[in-house]
Each structure stands twice: as structure tokens, then as C-alpha cells.
């Protein structure tokens, strides 16, 4: 580990920790150079799933197009950001919790209508209707933009 205070390689752990939980190790590191002291902090790397779309092509799972197409759905519906945020929250869990390297935009879209589902029935029947025919979730927004109303012009 190199010593961020002047760049040299020659650096020691001083002392080791893990804290309360468990999950992160601490590391107190000494420059051996200029003798300035640093920490860093050791954790698990979690990974979500990368996303197979039915042509075989896989992407990165993306939170925000997650959330962008829960959004989408839930157009002007009663329903909190804080509810939004903690169906994501869910989805993603789920996904991590599965611990499965791949998952489908089928199964990734099943996820959403159970989410929706809960959250708002017309939210749910919108994205259901029209996720049902399209392949993935890009696809979905598209379709959702092109039919609903445009804004009102001033
Ligand atoms: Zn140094």
C-alpha cells in the first residue's frame, strides 16, 4: 500500500481491527519514509448480477434504469419517493441475497411487478400490460413515454 502523503511503498500495518459487526477490517499503516500514519478499511466487494437480455447480450445491472422504469410506472400515482427507494432497495436485495452471477430481464421484470404490485395496482397493471411484450426494461420506457401525454404547453 502506498503512503498517500508522499507516494513511497514502503509502508507497515501498525495494528489490525474489525469493527462491531464484523464486516470491515480496519488497518491502522505507518509511512515508513516520512513516518505519517493512515487507515483503511477492508470490505467484502458485493456484486449484483449482470442483467442477460433474451438476445444473449448481458449489461451491468443499473440502479438508475431500475428505478427510471419503476418511476415511469408510478406516474403521477400517489406513492412516496421513500416507498420508490425502498422497493429498489428490495429488488437489489433480492438480487444479492439469489447470489447468482446472471439474471434475467425476465426475472428482473418479474421482480418489478411484484414490487409494483404491492405499491399501486394501476402502477402495477401499466408496467405488467406493457412489460409482458417487450424484452427488457429499456424497451418498457420507451413504450411507456410514447403513449403517455405529453406535458401541457404554456
Ligand atoms: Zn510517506
Not at 419517493?81 to 429498489?88: G, H, K, L, Q, T
Not at 395496482?121 to 403517455?148: G, T
Request: proline share 3%.
Amino acid at each position: 500500500m502506498k503512503c498517500p502523503f508522499c507516494g513511497t511503498e514502503d509502508t507497515a500495518v501498525a495494528d489490525t481491527r474489525l469493527n462491531d459487526e464484523g464486516d470491515v477490517v480496519r488497518r491502522r499503516r505507518k509511512c515508513n519514509a516520512c513516518d505519517k500514519r493512515f487507515t483503511t478499511y477492508e470490505r467484502a466487494e458485493i456484486q449484483l448480477p449482470q442483467v442477460a437480455k433474451k438476445n444473449g447480450l448481458r449489461t451491468e445491472f443499473s440502479r438508475t434504469k431500475l428505478r427510471a422504469s419503476l418511476e415511469l410506472a408510478l406516474r403521477k400515482r400517489p406513492v412516496s419517493i421513500e416507498s420508490v427507494d425502498a422497493a429498489v432497495a428490495d429488488i437489489e436485495e433480492m438480487l444479492l441475497s439469489a447470489g447468482e452471477r446472471e439474471v434475467s430481464t425476465q426475472q428482473l421484470g418479474e421482480l418489478v411487478m411484484r414490487e409494483l404490485k404491492k405499491l399501486d395496482k394501476v402502477a402495477y397493471i401499466r408496467f405488467a400490460s406493457v412489460y409482458r411484450n417487450f424484452e427488457d426494461v429499456d424497451a418498457f420506457s420507451k413504450a411507456i413515454r410514447e403513449v403517455s401525454p405529453k406535458p401541457a404547453k404554456k
